[in-house]
């Protein structure tokens, strides 16, 4: 667990993390701070920096750095957090503060976050991680990201190198699966027209698809036909618009169940909602297994899959466009409208 973490959220909770530390690293990390922020004030190492925290007669959210006739007010932004710059100039003495953005009104010294987790680190460095000021300092930098703040500290040189070749493969990626898609739209018949392809972001995280409608398929429902690098397999799912309830009594019927098992390539039930998703392999699945799950809270899929090794060879269209017609087919009872 981390250390920090038990200092209470709310108004001033950065603040109130920030002093703790330097209340327990002695003088050579608040040192580090002061210099690195233009305040001409050192602490001896006879004489650590006192902390309070809230300051006394300050507004809520600011703390107290003191020594031998020195005081030092603080306060640090957390993300998301407001506070009046103004504020810091309305009491008399010196002022801190630390922010998102580094800046501050005037006579007040200024360190950005990223500042000061650069000087956490010099300091980490030159601490053995089993002193005191070495493992505190070592928790807070590993508190900051919990708190929301990330600091960029630059590409390595292996990712700089990196990036063009792998921007380049991703190209000539897309560019042969663009060529797929466009021989199989024509397999796939004037019946099932394209709606829409991979997202930017899909296509980033592996996921190249293009999906297509159809009267068929109902209002909602649609065919999907992706290639999932991080998977290694090509897949063929077909999406129901239907009422999950139809779905899930449909899949209560052995013959149902089974009709779909017999397709092969290990179809699926894939289950998604914006809040999480289950993959159900069918081959396994039991009819009371599947009437237990929640359907009200999801969008049901059936798919079925081929491994990028399969993809070799002549007449992949054909084969690709055969599996998504038999999963057609197949669930073809489940896509018809209701007649009511």
């Not at 031998?68 to 932004?77: N, P, T, Y």
């Not at 005191?132 to 990712?159: M, W, Y």
């Not at 972001?201 to 159809?214: I, M, S, V």
């Not at 149902?256 to 998703?277: C, I, M, T, V, Y």
Request: with cysteine; aromatic share 8%; charged share 20%.
């Amino acid at each position: 667990m981390n250390l920090f973490q038990s200092i209470p959220e709310g108004q001033g909770g950065l603040t109130a993390a920030l002093l703790a530390l330097l209340e327990h690293c002695g003088s050579d990390l608040a040192n580090a701070l002061m210099r690195k922020a233009g305040i001409p004030h050192l602490f001896q190492a006879e004489s650590p920096p006192q902390v309070a925290f809230p300051a006394p007669d300050s507004p809520p959210g600011q703390g107290l750095v003191s020594g031998r006739d020195f005081a030092l007010r603080v306060v640090a932004q957390a993300p998301g957090e407001s506070w009046d710059p103004a504020e810091l100039q309305a009491l008399e003495g010196p002022a801190l503060a630390v922010t998102l953005t580094g800046k501050a009104p005037p006579g007040v010294h200024v360190l950005s976050w990223e500042q000061v987790d650069r000087v956490l680190a010099f300091v980490a460095e030159q601490h053995d991680p089993q002193s005191r000021t070495g493992f505190l300092v070592r928790q807070f930098r590993d508190f900051l990201p919990r708190a929301g703040i990330e600091s960029f500290s630059g590409f390595s040189p292996e990712e700089l190198d990196g990036v063009p070749a792998a921007l380049a493969t991703l190209t000539r990626f897309l560019q042969t699966a663009d060529q797929l898609f466009q021989r199989l739209a024509p397999a796939l018949g004037e019946a099932f027209p394209l709606l829409r392809q991979a997202r930017p972001e899909d296509l980033l995280a592996g996921y190249c698809y293009r999906d297509f409608g159809g009267a068929a398929l109902g209002d909602a429902g649609f065919l999907r036909i992706a290639l999932h690098v991080p998977g290694q397999e090509l897949q063929v799912a077909v999406w129901s618009g239907n009422e999950s309830s139809r779905i899930q009594e449909a899949l209560q019927d052995e013959v149902f169940l089974d009709s779909l098992r017999e397709l092969g390539e290990d179809p699926l039930l894939w289950l998604w909602s914006a809040g999480g998703e289950q993959k159900i392999a069918l081959a396994k699945a039991m009819p009371e297994q599947l009437a237990a799950l929640n359907w009200s809270a999801y969008q049901a899929g059936f798919q079925r899959s081929l491994p990028f090794e399969h993809l070799a060879g002549d007449g992949l269209v054909g084969r690709v466009s055969d599996m998504a017609q038999e999963l057609l087919e197949t669930l073809a009872p489940l896509l018809a409208p209701v007649v009511h």
